[in-house]
């Protein structure tokens, strides 16, 4: 095929499934949360159950004036959002959505990951400088901070894997998840990395990722009873949008890793892998269900951490039993 | 650096259990403009104004803390009730007003009143589309005294 088809193809569809996607979570967010507090939630908009409440939101959003202030650096603030969703995106380039479903099999899809994540500090540091206000300020500061803090354990949980796995490639790791594990007569048994023994580093993951997405509990950066809305403050309109879709895109893409990390990906115990293809998105999308619904969950039940609580678990807590996880793995990895 | 981080378990669970509890039961919404809510019979809804029992003793209005009642009022020469008496000077109303653009709903007056000339009813549609007409006159506060419900019965003992 021409490369130039397959790329816009592969990038349209890439760009189709997060944004629906996020369309979807924050529908979900909406709804789910309201259920939590004996509400019910959106309702008219769309017909029947609010379903489509978010596209409402997003055409009001896109009615805004797009605003700036007066003394803000107003190329590094138009560009900040954009370099938020854009690594949010550039996650899916190597999430396996079945054995040839990926946009790019790198052989160092994990390193890629967390390169590509880690990038949406920037656009949050720039969104905060680029402001002119104290409050988007401290915000992006307090972001910066944060994002630093758990990056390391949520790097140190992956390493894990990577080793136990022994390679990179994101297929590889999922491959290592869906081989035979051991044989009961002939019944050939195989398990995700969770239940290999990485309970510690999927606790480690799960805590880190919902810190990188800057979700209550973890909040600090935008904690809108002290800091108005941290970096978001000045934004609205279209940039905002951007932002708010970015944050829910990072909710699947953070999922997707964790379900390719940890869950086995595409590849469900049971399942022949020559339908792995054509089931293959489906466990996928399934698997990230429930760890987004998991997000959502604690964001509705847990209170904020204070600032010094954040670092002290991040520095005491974390990546101390992330550096054991990774002795533990590799002893065992070693002996067995 | 004085404490440590105290882990809350198993508070932390029990918080999402109740979460998740909550979300799966059935929301206790009514769903308002379909389905009209039924206030208790004691609700504050609006306050109603039994015109005959006013003293235009303004005790109401100075009690106010919003200051929105607005009471204006004159002497007016009525005969005696016993032949060859002297006349008597009866207090009359002529403006009885309640801004409930301003009032807080506290009843303050309706607690404060000597003659029971104000009452609570739990009527509760009457939004305006302009502020200026939550201002109620006497006429519209005395039509809301039909909605004011019977006082509760005694308790029996």
Redesign the interface.
């Known amino acids: 095929m021409n490369f130039w088809l397959e790329l816009i193809i592969k990038l349209v569809l890439v760009m189709g499934v997060v944004l629906t996607g996020a369309l979807v979570v924050i529908y979900a967010e909406l709804k789910?949360g309201?259920?939590?507090?004996?509400?019910?939630g959106p309702?008219y908009a769309g017909g029947r159950w609010g379903w489509a409440q978010p596209l409402a939101d997003g055409l009001k959003f896109l009615q805004k004036e797009d605003l700036a202030p007066a003394e803000a650096d107003r190329t590094v603030y138009g560009f900040a959002p954009y370099v938020v969703m854009m690594s949010t995106i550039a996650v899916f380039v190597v999430i396996p959505f079945g054995p040839d479903l990926v946009a790019a099999d790198l052989d160092l899809g994990a390193y890629f990951l967390l390169a590509i994540s880690s990038i949406s500090v920037l656009g949050i540091l720039m969104a905060g400088w680029a402001s002119a206000n104290k409050y988007s300020l401290v915000g992006g500061l307090r972001a910066a901070a944060q994002l630093i803090a758990y990056e390391l354990p949520l790097v140190l949980a992956v390493v894990a894997v990577v080793v136990q796995a022994g390679t990179m490639s994101l297929n590889g790791i999922v491959e290592a998840q869906a081989e035979t594990w051991f044989t009961i007569g002939t019944f050939e048994v195989s398990a995700p990395f969770l239940l290999k023994g990485q309970f510690i580093g999927f606790a480690i993951f799960m805590i880190a990722a919902v810190a990188e997405l800057s979700r209550i509990p973890f909040d600090m950066p935008i904690a809108e009873s002290e800091l108005t809305m941290g970096y978001l403050t000045e934004y609205s309109g279209i940039r905002f949008t951007m932002f708010f879709l970015g944050e829910y895109a990072s909710m699947i893409a953070l999922s997707a890793i964790a379900a390719t990390l940890y869950l086995g990906g595409y590849a469900l115990p049971g399942l022949p892998g020559d339908f792995a293809n054509f089931a293959g998105p489906g466990v996928l999308l399934g698997k990230i269900a429930v760890l987004v619904f998991f997000f959502i969950?604690?964001r509705?039940?847990?209170p904020r951490i204070r600032e010094d609580?954040l670092q002290?678990?991040a520095w005491?807590?974390l990546i101390p039993l992330a550096l054991f996880n990774i002795a533990i793995v590799a002893t065992f990895k070693v002996v067995f | 650096m004085s404490k440590q981080i105290q882990f809350p378990f198993p508070g932390l669970f029990k918080g999402m259990w109740l979460t998740l509890k909550t979300m799966v039961k059935k929301a206790p919404v009514t769903m308002y403009p379909q389905v009209q809510e039924i206030p208790v019979p004691r609700a504050r809804g609006v306050i109603s104004l039994d015109v005959d029992n006013c003293t235009v003793c303004m005790l109401c209005a100075r009690e106010c803390p919003d200051w929105c009642i607005y009471i204006e009022g004159h002497k007016a020469e009525q005969p005696s009730s016993k032949p060859g008496g002297k006349p008597r000077a009866r207090a009359t109303l002529d403006r009885f007003d309640i801004d409930y653009s301003l009032c807080m709903y506290c009843g303050i007056c309706v607690e404060v009143c000597p003659f029971d000339a104000l009452y609570w009813s739990p009527e509760y549609e009457y939004s305006e589309h302009e502020v200026a007409n939550l201002l109620h006159n006497k006429g519209k506060l005395t039509e809301w005294l039909a909605t004011v419900p019977d006082p509760p019965s005694l308790e029996s003992r």
Do not use: P
């Not at chain 1, 309201?34 to 019910?40: A, K, T, V």
């Open positions: 789910a309201s259920h939590m507090q004996s509400r019910i309702y969950w604690i509705w039940t847990w609580q002290r678990l005491h807590w």
